[in-house]
């Protein structure tokens, strides 16, 4: 799979605004449209756009609060743990992590008492250390032109 610094360019372009048309894309990248929907659809074969989404604000939801919980599973009971995980509605994401914990889980709540609700619901088998998150100093979901794919210029 090879990419260039123009389709480096579209995918920076759709992670800022999914919603663009190929019209517009193309402008922004110095292309014509059909150019741009054949290099889109390239790279939408290609795996490297899995699909497209919009941004959510949580705190208009009534989310106001999240938390990242490192899990300490006792006995390795991944089976138990995994299957809670996906089906839990606030976790976010969750990674299976190295060092002193097994997992680190972000979670989305309301309020407090639901913090204490999901680690009641896992204590059986598990150990938790929970941290509260006061503010997001940096959050990044769009990767630009620094990528190992590229060659060098």
Do not use: W
């Amino acid at each position: 799979m090879k990419i260039d610094r123009v389709d480096m360019s579209i995918l920076t372009e759709l992670q800022k605004d999914a919603r663009l048309s190929m019209r517009e894309l193309g402008r922004l990248v110095n292309l014509s449209a059909p150019s741009v929907t054949e290099r889109v659809k390239r790279l939408e074969e290609q795996g490297l756009i899995e699909g497209y989404s919009i941004q959510v604000n949580r705190k208009k939801l009534g989310f106001t609060m999240d938390c990242l919980i490192e899990v300490t599973l006792q006995h390795g009971d991944h089976k138990r743990f995994k299957p809670f995980i996906e089906s839990y509605p606030t976790v976010l994401s969750c990674y299976r992590i190295a060092g002193k914990s097994c997992y680190m889980v972000l979670l989305t709540v309301s309020q407090l008492d639901e913090i204490e609700e999901f680690i009641d619901a896992i204590s059986t088998y598990a150990n938790t250390l929970t941290h509260v998150i006061f503010s997001e100093v940096k959050v990044n979901t769009a990767l630009e032109q620094h990528t190992p794919m590229l060659p060098e210029a």
